[in-house]
T-cell receptor, first 112, second 115 residues
Framework: QKEVEQNSGPLSVPEGAIASLNCTYS??????FFWYRQYSGKSPELIMF????GDKEDGRFTAQLNKASQYVSLLIRDSQPSDSATYLC????????????FGPGTRLSVLP | EPEVTQTPSHQVTQMGQEVILRCVPI?????FYWYRQILGQKVEFLVS????????KSEIFDDQFSVERPDGSNFTLKIRSTKLEDSAMYFC?????????????FGNGTRLTVT
């Protein structure tokens, strides 16, 4: 069964701290991994993607991928109250084909 | 920046009625998708569409659902006889290429309320 799992949260961090969001997936053949941010009542918006093992940095965001462990994470440095949202992990490729399978999301709350 | 456009933003309908949700994908994109999100739940895949035909569909996408690309710009989702459990936010998304680093771009969604 194709599954993408995330801790539902809420994850609370103080302003300025590092927030760490985790995602695991079941299909070992998955090729690409995307992080989306979703504010309440809004559509998902792309933060970044990763497809090679290791780290990828984009501003305050770092995605980390470990295909052997079937694990992908998102680190948010210097967290701001505006980062408070639900973060969705999405996986594509392998048995998923052209489909993107989304995890349930982790709700992040950044406290001022 | 190009964007995916969805109309209407909110649709209220009675159980048993037909609804059509409309989407205009980004103009040079080739892959089109419909997802839905029931309030408080995860984003669920409904159907993907490429080269004027359905490429994949989920178990949710039963005979009550259909998709169409009636012209070069619009992409529609039809629900033939709506049920209360069809109440959800419906997102249209498009993708430029099949390559593994091509992300989904989402529209703002249509909130469907079935009464």
């Amino acid at each position: 069964q194709k599954e993408v799992e995330q801790n539902s949260g809420p994850l609370s961090v103080p302003e300025g701290a590092i927030a760490s969001l985790n995602c695991t997936y079941s299909d070992r053949g998955s090729q690409s991994f995307f992080w989306y941010r979703q504010y309440s009542g809004k559509s998902p918006e792309l933060i970044m993607f990763i497809y090679s093992n290791g780290d990828k940095e984009d501003g305050r965001f770092t995605a980390q991928l470990n295909k052997a462990s079937q694990y992908v994470s998102l680190l948010i440095r210097d967290s701001q109250p505006s980062d408070s949202a639900t973060y969705l992990c999405a996986v594509t490729g392998g048995d998923y084909g052209q489909n993107f399978v989304f995890g349930p999301g982790t709700r992040l709350s950044v406290l001022p | 920046e190009p964007e995916v456009t969805q109309t209407p933003s909110h649709q209220v309908t009675q159980m048993g009625q037909e609804v059509i949700l409309r989407c205009v994908p980004i103009s040079n994109h080739l892959y089109f998708y419909w997802y839905r999100q029931i309030l408080g739940q995860k984003v669920e895949f409904l159907v993907s569409f490429y080269n004027n035909e359905i490429s994949e569909k989920s178990e949710i996408f039963d005979d009550q659902f259909s998709v169409e690309r009636p012209d070069g710009s619009n992409f529609t989702l039809k629900i033939r006889s709506t049920k209360l459990e069809d109440s959800a936010m419906y997102f249209c998304a498009s993708r430029g290429q099949s390559s593994y680093n091509s992300p989904l771009h989402f529209g703002n969604g249509t909130r469907l309320t079935v009464t």
